[in-house]
């Protein structure tokens, strides 16, 4: 029998939830002595993103052994509500004396302190669950998916929507050719950056329940003061929206257009001289801060069976930006001034094929394709990309004996990051660069290539 949907059929099926289906392709399932096991773990950070933790993964078979924060109040708070997990305020210790005790790592710290914190759990022979961005910086990518590779502990960096069934059924969709030959890539977001700042001059006592030397952890040494604690504005400890949304919002591409193939590739495959090019338009060239809006073409060349890519950045509200997108999608962005007025539209892709387009929500969990008239009675391609139980969830069935996870620090959530990063690179350096991802520099401009480095204070090493 031919088999047939209707539009409203086929969206609604790629719209499943992300705790979805096993596959059979799944391959290297866990024993079922080990499947029925309660994990022991440690969560490093337990506020803000921690925090969600704290209540999500008591569900999935997990109990919380150690948590660990700069911040005594947090920790403690986090604390009563865990009372068997010992309590630490400096995570070297924690691995120091509870290594024995732990099955895994979940790392939901400010950006600076993932790759040292993520570096010594798997030194330690533990499983790493870390929130993206994985690191701050290009060379701490590499320096954790050498570790991933060399110590094969499971891994997983946090972003979510890679484990959702639109997202894996939107890369399928692009990779089948359904939309054409692909013309065109607008991922964006909204905020911008928080533009010229000046850093402090002068200090403040530190707050009687911070230990302002373990948060600083590998950033260079300073004073305490509160400007310092809106880490997110600063370069010494973020790594901007590149780091808080590309990674989400640009992943779709990325997966969908095989960019990680850069790094994995053969040489017949990939010919002499096969570099990312990256090239920024900024409101201002800021080093300690992030700019107000910047526009950022990451491009890529031709590759034996996989044409030329090109993708757009645009964050914040950057001159034509906007209008770009809303040209391509035929109607106004929600950014709270339109539709809905609900900021439906603050991140997002598009991308844009000969025979339509596919557009996708921040996260890559929600997709629908353009103009809907064209695809009413889409079957859509064969699935080729296993189904996953949830983002987490994987990580723990790899814990337990299971295939790898989708975002695992060896294969694929170091390569996403480590070419987002080379956005900001791009926003502080005259000229576009380009950038050799077997080697791990950039290859026309050296004082950029100083930028792909993390340089850590005394007593600080991966």
């Given at each position: 029998m031919k088999a047939h949907r209707t539009r409203r059929q086929f969206l609604a099926r790629t719209a499943t939830s992300a705790f979805g289906f096993f596959l059979s392709t799944r391959h290297g399932f866990a024993t079922a002595a080990a499947?029925?096991?309660e994990l022991n773990l440690a969560l490093v950070g337990v506020g803000g993103r921690g925090e969600w933790f704290l209540g999500a993964l008591p569900g999935m078979r997990t109990r919380f052994a150690a948590?660990?924060?700069?911040h005594a109040y947090r920790l403690n708070r986090a604390g009563e509500k865990f009372p068997e997990a010992k309590r630490y305020r400096d995570f070297r210790r924690m691995l120091e004396e509870s290594a024995d005790r732990l099955d895994g790592v979940v790392v939901a710290t400010p950006d600076h302190s993932h790759a040292v914190i993520s570096a010594r759990a798997m030194r330690a022979g533990k499983p790493v669950f870390c929130e993206k961005p994985l690191t701050r910086t290009i060379s701490e990518t590499r320096a954790l998916r050498e570790l991933a590779a060399s110590t094969q502990v499971a891994t997983q960096m946090g972003n979510q929507g890679t484990s959702s069934d639109p997202f894996r059924r939107s890369v399928e969709i692009v990779q089948s050719g359904v939309l054409g030959e692909i013309r065109e890539v607008l991922t964006w977001n909204e905020s911008g950056g928080g533009g010229p700042h000046p850093r402090p001059t002068t200090s403040e006592a530190v707050p009687e329940d911070l230990d302002w030397d373990v948060w600083l952890g590998p950033a260079a040494a300073r004073p305490y003061h509160r400007e310092w604690a809106n880490w997110h504005r600063w370069r010494d400890f973020a790594t901007g929206q590149l780091g808080n949304w590309a990674v989400h919002s640009a992943n779709l591409a990325f997966k969908a257009f095989r960019l990680d193939e850069f790094w994995k590739g053969t040489s017949a495959e990939l010919p002499e001289g096969c570099h990312f090019r990256v090239a920024a338009k900024v409101s201002e060239v800021l080093a300690d801060t992030f700019p107000?809006?910047?526009l950022i073409e990451?491009?890529?060349p031709r590759r034996r069976n996989q044409p030329a890519f090109a993708m757009i950045w645009c964050n914040g509200r950057a001159p034509g930006g906007r209008e770009r997108i809303e040209e391509r999608l035929g109607r106004k962005l929600d950014w709270g001034d339109a539709g809905e007025r609900k900021w439906n539209d603050h991140a997002g892709l598009l991308i844009v094929g000969t025979r339509g387009m596919l557009h996708s929500t921040g996260h890559n969990m929600t997709f629908s394709l353009l103009p809907e008239a064209d695809f009413q009675d889409l079957l859509g391609p064969p699935?080729?990309?296993p189904r996953s139980p949830g983002h987490e969830r994987e990580w723990l069935d790899?814990?337990?004996?299971?295939?790898s996870a989708c975002s695992n620090f060896a294969d694929y959530g170091s390569l996403l990051t480590e070419w987002l990063l080379l956005g900001n690179v791009a926003t502080q350096t005259e000229g576009a660069i380009e950038y050799d991802p077997r080697a791990g520099r950039v290859v026309n401009n050296e004082s950029a290539n100083r930028l792909c480095k993390a340089l850590y204070r005394?007593?600080?090493?991966?």
């Open positions: 499947a029925n096991e948590l660990c924060d700069t107000t809006w910047e990451f491009s890529a699935r080729s990309l790899a814990i337990r004996g299971g295939a005394e007593g600080w090493t991966l």
